[in-house]
């Protein structure tokens, strides 16, 4: 049975890239229970629901995983306005969810004042927690938010392979990309901090993922983000030639299981989201399944139907064509059947207390 100390100090990192590679059934099996009850044990039964508002999929990068990328010409272009944007944080409201997070591609057409009177707009009407995620912006901008009541701030770095990382989500003028250095500022700054990486891109090795797992610790994140890397035909890496080398990780759910299961470990207290992307990979299980091998929160889309087919960061996106309604019927359904209950309030990272030994 694995624990979460076997996870810090030396050795860490070959334990890592151990159950990283495990196949191995009735070890797997053990890794699952563990990560539910280290899980159960650090952040309960609830499940928090944070409603996911896709403000705008205009963008002005190119990274070559994401299907709103600057060079998608053909792609219709939609930002919604402030009035669209406070009906979801009411539907947000009426469905008992205690946050919202506003993303979006990295879109300069979101002016700093106008996000800063959208999350002021948002906090005079709702007691929501409000989670932003928007890319790599100015400090300032980020520090302006922050003061105007923004709670969290999502930024993934998407693989701790620096090489890797600059091949998939190429520099643009002065930013650089330095995300684990903007994460720590954006702490700095007083928000709860999310990261992540997507499992099985193009060049991505096992070795870097075990470093991955690390960086979650190390960055001590508040929430964790992880799902498989989905081709997107209109993408240079949808079109790429996978690698068949042995050290390529494959984009399969059964990797993001190993991955959630371990977050949970090296992180025992962190918010886990149980994402879109698992749960588009596997359609009848895979929200389920990220739930019960570590995960404890999942993000509904509030996106109006008439946007969102166009926020297509990968293709087929679980739920985009779902009415917003269902969708939160069969998700209380679920839950109820896992033993497990909707979250009640914003949901934030409660720290448990180090004991004396
Ligand atoms: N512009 C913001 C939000 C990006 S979308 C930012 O860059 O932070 C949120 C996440 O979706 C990304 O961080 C990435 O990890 C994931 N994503 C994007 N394209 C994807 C794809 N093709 N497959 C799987 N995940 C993808």
Known sequence: MPSPGDFQGPGAFERLLGWLRETDDSALQAL?????????EHVGDEVHLRGLVELSNHCV??????GIRAARGQLERYRMAHDEVLECARE??????GSMVLQAGEDDGLARDDITSLIRLIKAETDLAVTLSLGERDEQDWAAWREAGADRYLLRFETSDEQLFRRIHPPLGR???DRVGMLRRLRALGYEIGSGVMVGIPGQTWESLARDILLFAELDLDMIGVGPFLPHPDTPLGKAVRPQEPTQVPNTEHVVYRVVALARLVCPDANIPSTTALAT????????????????VVMPNLTPARYRSKYEIYPDKACTNETADAGHQALVAQLAAMGRRKGTGAGGRRR???LPE
Not at 32 to 40: F, H, K, L, S
Not at 92 to 97: E, I, N, P, Q, V
Not at 281 to 296: C, E, H, I, P, T
Request: glycine fraction near 16%; charge should be positive; charged fraction near 25%.
């Open 32 to 40: 699952w229970a563990c990560a539910d009850q280290v899980r159960r």
């Open 61 to 66: 990068r190119g990274c070559t995983y994401c």
């Open 92 to 97: 947000a409201r009426a469905r008992g969810y």
């Open 175 to 177: 930013r650089g990309g």
């Open 281 to 296: 990979v596997n359609k009848a299980s895979g929200r389920q399944l990220g739930l019960a091998r570590g995960a404890n």
């Open 352 to 354: 448990r207390a180090v």
